[in-house]
């Protein structure tokens, strides 16, 4: 079977940004949330499609074709679910390219694996402070 | 052994006078404030208040090296952080996660937590057994149901009845662990003969649990 969709799951400001972002660039998406407002979020260029539903339920994520998935982003703003939904995808669907947003770094330790790629919102604000802060900030230390 | 209760609402009290009962060492966490307090006058323990999926809540609590962790909690997402984490980064022994999904019993299992349940999954089972025959009194599965334990009464015109269990000539294999005839229990050898009200508590596999029980309600042909 052909793995060519992209499933984003979790529609807050990071994941509608991103599946708007692959649709745009030519990519089959579909957008998952279990709420129907979090879509306004989607802008018109969205072209992908949109599904309501609660990832912790697999019907839901067989439903929007996890098993003809090549990438899996989970960027709920709940950090368990985003891990539960990144061991499903990469353990039990074999998806080849997992992400997944971590809030909380101690977790990370759970979904550690080649396929997987957390991102630490955390991790990346430290390092813009440290950039725009600059060499001098260092130095002043 | 030392048991670890992650989460939860109303079963917590229960089951910690339950366990508490059994001399278990008991470690709660629950992040409802006002429900740890209430945990902790109600049964004389201290009870952690914090988010039991976070791995510093874990460390604070002290179940690194627990028997058991019991996860409660109403997210499934929860509850396979919660076990994972006391698994992998607190060498807990065994993690048992009770699940608001049913589906979830399979993906918990294929991700490592194998003793998971759901409350709807095991009505639906009791009901299974129930069902299958009026006389079977109880039946409880036990290895993952590998194996089943049924509790079985034996007719007055049972063809199986003053016959010594050695003679009987069953179609599968099965084993009769005891026998409770009032006001006594035999745990019984080849020479024990079965009686009439006898109530026999069989071990057998899920799959000739119903061939057992016709072959031990069998009327007797000539009585």
């Known amino acids: 079977m052909k793995r060519d969709k992209i499933l984003v799951i979790g529609l807050g400001r990071f994941g509608s940004g991103i599946a708007v972002r692959l649709s745009l660039s030519g990519e089959d998406v579909i957008a998952i949330d279990k ?10 260029t969205y072209s ?26 989970a960027t709920t703003d709940d950090d368990n679910v985003n891990i539960m939904v990144a061991e499903i995808a990469s353990r039990i669907y074999g998806v080849q390219e997992v992400f997944l947003r971590l809030v909380d770094q101690d977790k990370a330790v759970l979904i550690e694996s080649q396929n997987v790629h957390p991102i630490f919102p955390y991790l990346l604000s430290m390092a813009e402070f440290d950039r725009i802060r600059g060499p001098k900030g260092g130095e002043s230390r | 052994m030392r048991i670890v209760i992650a989460g939860g609402s109303s079963e917590v009290d229960y089951l910690i006078k339950l366990l508490k009962k059994r001399h278990h060492q008991l470690i709660v966490i629950n992040k409802e404030r006002e429900y740890c307090e209430y945990l902790s006058t109600a049964n004389e323990m201290s009870v952690f208040f914090g988010d039991p999926s976070r791995k510093y809540t874990l460390e604070d609590a002290g179940i690194a090296n627990s028997d058991v962790i ?31 999904n049913p589906k979830n019993v399979n993906v918990f299992r294929n991700l490592g937590v194998n003793t998971a349940f759901s409350a709807s999954m095991l009505i639906a089972q009791t009901i299974e057994k129930l069902s299958i025959v009026d006389e ?21 015109d049972a063809a199986v009845g003053g016959r010594a269990l050695r003679e009987l000539d069953p179609p599968v294999n099965f084993i009769v662990s005891c026998i409770f005839r009032d006001p006594e229990v035999v745990i019984p050898n080849g020479s024990t003969t079965i009686r009439p009200d006898d109530k026999l ?17 069998k009327k007797a042909d000539h009585a």
């Open chain 1, 35 to 44: 709420d129907d407002d979090s879509f306004r979020k989607l802008a018109d």
């Open chain 1, 48 to 73: 992908g499609y949109q599904l309501v539903g609660d990832v912790l339920d697999v019907d839901i994520l067989e439903n929007a074709g996890i098993r003809q998935a090549k990438t899996v982003i």
């Open chain 2, 70 to 100: 019991v996860a409660l909690s109403a997210n499934d997402a929860e509850n396979l952080v919660i076990c994972q984490l006391a698994k992998r980064c607190f060498g807990v022994k065994k993690a048992i996660a009770i699940l608001r």
């Open chain 2, 136 to 156: 079977l009194v109880q039946s409880l599965s036990i290895e993952d149901e590998k194996i089943v334990l049924s509790e079985i009464k034996i007719a007055a």
């Open chain 2, 201 to 217: 508590v069989i071990v057998s596999t899920p799959a000739d649990q119903e061939a057992i029980l016709a072959f031990l309600q």
